[in-house]
């Protein structure tokens, strides 16, 4: 049974439409959604004995794993880091600094007067979400059970992941280096307990040339902060042991209770502009994956679907138009130089003709003179060269569990993953 027909791209289909039933009708949503997961979950599980590719599975396992590990930690840096530049300037500058010019805000709001209000309404419906990225995802890394897409699934998971931690990585760099007013002047004071007065830092750098031209002119000159900040008012230092340290970053406040972890988690999306888009990277390199590793007319969907992920981003505030722009190319960018950890093409094929191609001569020569042994040996060599894929057996015994844990670990992974976590 292969989906190269367009199965993957029907299930990916009916996903998205059933699921979007929630908005117009919960009642056939809350019977059409289990359905569906029920149906794909049990087609998956009556292939795993009979998938041909367990061994590449089992290869690909510690880099997936890896890939994990890195996501998590780069996933902590960007957490910490949205809690600090939410806080370093406190509540009071969120609440007074108007939002930054976007054009792109001004022409949707323009197109709401000129398109049809059919057309309006299509823009403005909340189709897809952050987790219906993630989920096309999954559905494409698990098609690899019905040869639709190039194995391992577990390489082509890891390539995600790893692209993915790499994109937030250089996120958290990026809008931590410059702190950005929010699209959304209310969203600090409603979702964070921070101060209300800037960290002392911000007091003595920051503030007394935040406004006054001659004084950052004067800044410029000395290349020293000369201003006096006048009474500096301190924070709320709670007793953090060996985390201590992290109090100058996230700045708690009585009422916020004593763990920092617990800080982190309420971190969320943060509130500040945050370039580029968290969620707008997952969206374009799901589609990027789904572009290389299926193509068809489903891909082209998944773009439609990115664009107007985008634009929704872009009329709710919940970015500027720059952070979707920004990471629709970095996410692009970030896939093509990631196609080392996984890739559609042939490798082992292509590696083979490369060697081929080297020996063409010698082979030729070899076949002018009816040198049979020497024909035999050169292709040995190629065969040999081009066997990486096939090294590493294991047991039968393994290879019988594998695919038994590896998927009910995987289904676990799934549900608590979207049971527990939000925001992106």
């Known amino acids: 049974m292969r989906w190269r027909g367009g199965g993957l791209g029907l299930a990916a289909i009916s996903y998205i439409t059933i699921d979007y039933l929630r908005e117009i009708s919960p009642t056939w949503h809350s019977r059409l959604q289990p359905a569906l997961w029920s149906i794909l979950s049990l087609i998956a599980l009556t292939r795993i004995f009979t998938y041909k590719h367990w061994s590449a599975e089992f290869r690909a396992v510690l880099p997936f794993v890896g890939s994990i590990v890195f996501l998590l930690s780069a996933l902590l840096l960007e957490m910490l880091s949205v809690r600090s530049v939410t806080a370093v300037l406190g509540l009071d500058w969120h609440r007074n600094t108007p939002p930054l010019p976007d054009t792109g805000q001004w022409l949707l709001l323009a197109l709401n007067e000129k398109l049809p209000q059919t057309v309006v309404d299509i823009l403005r419906a909340h189709i897809v979400g952050l987790h219906h990225f993630l989920m096309l995802f999954i559905m494409l890394a698990f098609s690899v059970l019905f040869d639709s897409v190039k194995a391992p699934g577990f390489g082509l998971g890891a390539r995600y992941l ?130 290389e590793a299926y193509g068809g007319f489903s891909s082209a969907l998944v773009w439609l679907l990115v664009l107007h992920s985008a634009q929704r981003e872009i009329r709710e505030r919940h970015h500027y138009s720059v952070d979707c722009i920004v990471a629709i190319y970095v996410g692009i960018l970030l896939w093509k130089m990631t196609g080392f950890i996984w890739s559609s ?80």
Not at 233 to 242: E, F, I, K, Q, V
Not at 347 to 364: D, Q, T, V
Request: proline share 5%; hydrophobic share 40%; aromatic share 12%.
């Open 345 to 424: 093409q042939n490798l082992s094929r292509m590696k083979r003709l490369n060697m081929l191609e080297k020996i063409h001569g010698k082979l030729f020569q070899a076949a002018k003179d009816s040198d049979i042994e020497e024909v035999q040996k050169l292709l040995s060599e190629v065969e040999l060269g081009s066997q990486q894929s096939q090294q590493g057996k294991v047991s039968n015994k393994v290879m019988w569990l594998f695919p038994l844990v590896t998927t009910i670990s995987t289904f676990t992974i799934i549900i608590l993953a979207f049971t527990f976590t939000s925001d992106g």
């Open 162 to 291: 790893f692209t993915l931690a790499i994109g937030r990585l250089l996120r958290a760099i990026s809008f931590a280096s410059t702190i950005l007013p929010s699209a959304r002047p209310w969203c600090a004071a409603a979702r964070f307990q921070v101060p209300g007065h800037p960290h002392r830092w911000a007091q003595k750098y920051y503030v007394p040339y935040a406004s006054d031209a001659n004084a950052i002119r004067q800044l410029l000159n000395k290349d020293f902060a000369y201003a006096d900040p006048g009474t500096v008012l301190s924070d709320y230092r709670p007793d953090w042991g060996s985390m201590s340290f992290l109090i100058d970053f996230l700045r708690p406040t009585p009422t916020e209770g004593t763990s920092w972890y617990h800080l982190l988690k309420k971190a969320g999306g943060g509130c500040n502009d945050l370039l580029y888009s968290g969620h707008m990277l997952v969206a374009v390199l799901t589609a990027m994956a789904w572009t």
